[in-house]
C-alpha cells in the first residue's frame, strides 16, 4: 500500500508570494494534519482536517489555510510567505478523528528568499 | 512554553550496546505517548506508543517506559544497530472529545551508532 505522498518535493519562493502544498493520505484514512517543522526544532501542528472540515488548529496566523477534498487528499496554502516561513511541510494521515497514531509523508522543502 | 522536552540533543552509543533515549513532558492531559524516528529527506516513520494507564511496551528491539508520577519517558533500543541512526522525536497527544488529536513534539535527540 501507498504511503502518504506529498507535493513538491521542494519549492523555492519568493517574499510576499503565495504556495500550495499537496497531500494524499494512505487509502482508508480520513483525518490529514499539516505540521510545519523549522530546522533544529520538532514538527509543530497546523490544522487537522476530517470530513473536509477543519478539527483542529495550531498558532499559526491567517496567512495559512488548508482544505480537504471529498477523496480525503489535502492542501495547505499559505499567503504573503514571509522568510520565517521557510521550512519542512509535513503531512501526516490517520484512520479519523480519534486515531492517535499518524503517518507521516515525506515533506515539502519550502525555501523564501 | 515546551509541553514536550527532549533535553539531550545529541546521543553516541556502540553497536550492540543499550540506546536510551529520554523525554519530559508537563501537560498531564497527554493520554498517549509515540516515538517517531527521522531519517534526512525523509518524513518521521512511527516507532511505538504507550498509552498513558501502561509503564512500558514492547516490540522487538525497542522498548518505551512511561513514568507518570515523574512525567518522563524513554525509548530503550537493544541491541542498538547502525541502521538506528537518525533523529528521534518525542511525541505526546491529548484526547478532548470531539476535537482533533494533535501531536505535541520535542526537538529531537540525533542518535548515532558507531560501528
Known amino acids: 500500500d501507498a504511503g502518504v505522498t506529498q507535493s513538491p518535493t521542494h519549492l523555492i519562493k519568493t517574499r510576499g508570494q503565495q504556495v500550495t502544498l499537496r497531500c494524499s493520505p494512505i487509502?482508508?484514512?480520513?483525518?490529514v494534519s499539516w505540521y510545519q517543522q523549522v530546522l533544529g526544532q520538532g514538527p509543530q501542528f497546523i490544522f487537522q482536517?476530517?470530513?473536509?472540515?477543519?478539527?483542529g488548529r495550531g498558532n499559526f496566523p491567517d496567512r495559512f489555510s488548508a482544505r480537504q477534498f471529498p477523496n480525503y487528499s489535502s492542501e495547505l496554502n499559505v499567503n504573503a510567505l514571509l522568510l520565517g516561513d521557510s521550512a519542512l511541510y509535513l503531512c501526516?494521515?490517520?484512520?479519523?478523528?480519534?486515531?492517535?497514531?499518524?503517518?507521516f509523508g515525506p515533506g515539502t522543502r519550502l525555501t523564501v528568499t | 512554553d515546551q509541553q514536550v522536552k527532549q533535553n539531550s540533543p545529541s546521543l553516541s552509543v556502540q553497536e550492540g550496546r543499550i540506546s536510551i533515549l529520554n523525554c519530559d513532558y508537563t501537560?498531564?492531559?497527554?493520554?498517549?505517548f509515540l516515538w517517531y524516528k527521522k531519517y534526512p529527506a525523509e518524513g518521521p516513520t512511527f516507532l511505538i506508543s504507550?498509552?498513558?494507564?501502561?509503564d512500558k511496551n514492547e516490540d522487538g528491539r525497542f522498548t518505551v517506559f512511561l513514568n507518570k508520577s515523574a512525567k518522563h519517558l524513554s525509548l530503550h533500543i537493544v541491541p542498538s544497530q547502525p541502521g538506528d541512526s537518525a533523529v528521534y522525536f518525542c511525541?505526546?497527544?491529548?484526547?478532548?472529545?470531539?476535537?482533533?488529536?494533535?501531536?505535541?513534539f520535542g526537538s529531537g535527540t540525533q542518535l548515532t551508532v558507531l560501528p
Open positions: 501526516a494521515s490517520s484512520r479519523d478523528l480519534r486515531s492517535y497514531e499518524q503517518y
Open positions: 487509502s482508508g484514512h480520513k483525518s
Open positions: 482536517y476530517y470530513e473536509k472540515e477543519e478539527r
Open positions: 501537560n498531564s492531559m497527554f493520554d498517549y
Open positions: 504507550i498509552s498513558s494507564i501502561k
Open positions: 511525541a505526546a497527544s491529548s484526547g478532548v472529545s470531539g476535537s482533533a488529536r494533535q501531536l505535541t
